[in-house]
């Protein structure tokens, strides 16, 4: 996606990063995402009016937590990390999201402000959405609105998924969970490869390097080894991990695994 | 399961929930005219899980609880209703089943809202769209607060920070005299995502600092202390 961005030609500067307009091309972008996919096409038009394509570089703060909502943005390319602010001002990771995700929905709401605070973890490249624009748009399209209501439904249901598997298993458990759901077959064996860096994947799942080392060494108890300098993690018996991890049944582990995956 | 229509009162609470208030009085009254006011006893079930969400909520009077139980059977208290407002709006809207079970803590009130119903007057009124999501954000501020807990603060913190949440939505204090308790300690640690070992453990520490009276019922006995132990 990023090879898309480059080769656009016309340019925009927005909030000091660069951005540019290019209607046929967003449009082509969110009718390939989950969310927009089975929108009219006259309704993606209209709605890829409304958007820019933003860059930003990485570590940079896209949302500010308790700033009004003024835009959605759409991740079309890297890597964000969603983090919270408590009452007393203490803050904490609570989400890494990627390619194809939607944040910010809060700014269709009148006069919100951001839940979260935003930041990129690496050069990333989105597609901006104005809030109050779109959300007139979607007080003229009822059936788009109640697709709305949907994504955020589905964002809340996630929500739930993760709050029950943090309540319910231990570290080592939700690390296997999380392996199981990539693994694939080599040999007699299966494989995960790890696509980020384990301090990223550790605070993906909710725990510190450190719990994750300690919940690494707890797996090699139960059949998991890492290979080719901890980039692939090889799992001996995947039904026997299942079991050990509390997924229920061989029939519905994997199905279960990939949920719990989508969850974090 | 006893039902009886709608009482001026009953009005008076439904015109402060913003997802019904944004409708307007006209369309509010009309939507009103089909529903009644059902009364639920302890231990009953509004919902189970994987119903189809026909209907959302709202909570007059009473206590609820939501449950997630696992494949294995493993019951967790995903969250206490305690306070008159609305639940169940997302998945209603989308038209899903119900994720969770709701069960009945203490004796309730409760109108059900059908969801064809409600959609059917949302369609007439388009320009309150905004204020329906906005209604159902709220849900995504409580579970980024859950989530953040749960990954960032001890058992000690939350058990606090549990008490004076649960108290301050009660809405009186709960010191032994009102008649009001708090949910039993295993369903406090259900809901708050600690093991039965450590919620006795972290109990006699917020007990040793003053803070509480932990048994045989929970009682918050410094406030001030307690506050402090929740940061």
Same mark, same amino acid.
């Given at each position: ?23 046929d ?7 390939s ?6 929108w ?10 409304l958007?820019?394509w933003?860059?930003?570089?990485p ?16 991740? *079309? ?8 602010? =408590?009452? =007393?001002?203490?803050?904490? *990771? ?11 929905e809060?700014?269709l709401a ?21 809030? *109050? ?5 979607l ?6 609105a109640?697709?709305?209501m949907? *994504?955020v ?30 693994a ?12 980020m ?12 390097s ?6 690494l ?26 079991e050990?991890?509390g997924?229920?049944?061989n ?14 | ?11 008076e ?11 307007g &009085?006209?369309?509010l009254?009309?939507?009103?005219? #089909?529903?009644r006011?059902?009364s ?13 969400? &026909?209907? $959302?909520?709202?909570?007059l009077?009473g ?10 059977? +493993?019951e #967790?208290?995903?969250?206490?209703? #305690? ?9 209603? $809207? ?6 969770? +079970? ?8 409760i ?21 329906v999501?906005?209604?159902? @954000?709220?849900? +995504?501020? $409580?579970?980024? /607060?859950?989530?953040? !807990? ?16 649960? /108290? ?16 039993? !300690? ?11 070992? #450590? $919620?006795?453990?972290?109990?006699? !520490? ?15 006995l ?6 402090? @132990?929740?940061?």
């Amino acid at each position: 996606m990023l090879d898309l961005f480059q080769c656009l030609t016309t340019t925009e500067f927005f909030h000091g990063n660069f951005t540019m307009r290019d209607i046929d091309r967003i449009s082509g972008v969110l009718q390939s995402g989950r969310y927009f996919r089975n929108w009219p096409q006259d309704d993606i038009l209209e709605l890829a009016s409304l958007c820019t394509w933003v860059r930003y570089e990485p570590d940079t703060v896209m949302i500010r937590a308790e700033d009004p909502a003024s835009a959605l943005f759409l991740i *079309v390319n890297g890597h964000v990390e969603l983090s919270y602010t =408590d009452g =007393d001002g203490k803050d904490g *990771v609570i989400d890494l999201l990627g390619d194809g995700q939607l944040v910010g929905e809060c700014a269709l709401a009148p006069e919100a402000c951001y839940a979260v605070s935003i930041k990129t973890l690496d050069a990333t490249t989105a597609i901006r959405i104005d809030g *109050v624009a779109f959300a007139d748009f979607l007080s003229a399209h009822f059936d788009r609105a109640l697709t709305m209501m949907s *994504v955020v439904t589905e964002r809340l249901c996630q929500m739930l998924r993760q709050t029950e598997e943090l309540k319910c298993r231990s570290a080592a458990q939700r690390l296997g969970i999380y392996l199981l759901a990539d693994a694939v077959p080599v040999g007699d064996a299966h494989e995960t490869p790890l696509t980020m860096e384990k301090s990223a994947l550790a605070r993906k799942i909710g725990m510190t390097s450190e719990t994750f080392s300690r919940a690494l060494k707890k797996l090699s108890e139960h059949g998991v080894s890492q290979h080719s300098n901890g980039h692939v993690i090889r799992i001996s018996d995947t039904e026997l991990l299942a079991e050990w991890c509390g997924l229920s049944s061989n029939e519905t582990w994997e199905e279960e695994a990939n949920g719990f995956k989508t969850a974090v | 399961m006893a039902s009886r229509p709608l009482s001026s009162a009953d009005h008076e609470v439904i015109s402060r929930i913003p997802l019904l208030s944004a409708l307007g &009085k006209d369309r509010l009254n009309n939507l009103m005219e #089909t529903c009644r006011v059902d009364s639920l006893a302890r231990g009953e079930f509004l919902f189970r899980a994987d119903d189809v969400a &026909k209907y $959302f909520y709202i909570l007059l009077s009473g206590h609820l609880r939501l449950v997630k139980t696992s494949s294995q059977g +493993e019951e #967790t208290v995903m969250h206490f209703l #305690t306070e008159a407002g609305s639940f169940a709006e997302a998945v209603s $809207f989308a038209g899903r089943t119900y994720p969770v +079970e709701c069960q009945v803590v203490e004796n309730c009130e409760i109108i059900g809202i059908p969801r064809e119903a409600y959609l059917g007057i949302l369609r007439s009124a388009p320009d309150v769209v905004g204020d329906v999501l906005a209604s159902l @954000l709220r849900w +995504e501020r $409580f579970f980024l /607060e859950e989530i953040y !807990k749960l990954r960032h603060t001890r058992p000690i913190q939350r058990i606090a920070a549990f008490l004076i949440d649960f /108290e301050d939505r009660n809405g009186t204090l709960i010191d032994g005299t009102s008649g009001n308790s708090f949910p039993e !300690k295993r369903q406090i640690a259900s809901r708050i995502g600690i093991t039965p070992e #450590t $919620f006795s453990r972290s109990l006699r !520490k917020l007990e040793a600092a003053g803070a509480i009276s932990a048994g045989p019922k929970l009682q918050i006995l410094d406030r001030a202390a307690l506050m402090e @132990l929740a940061r």
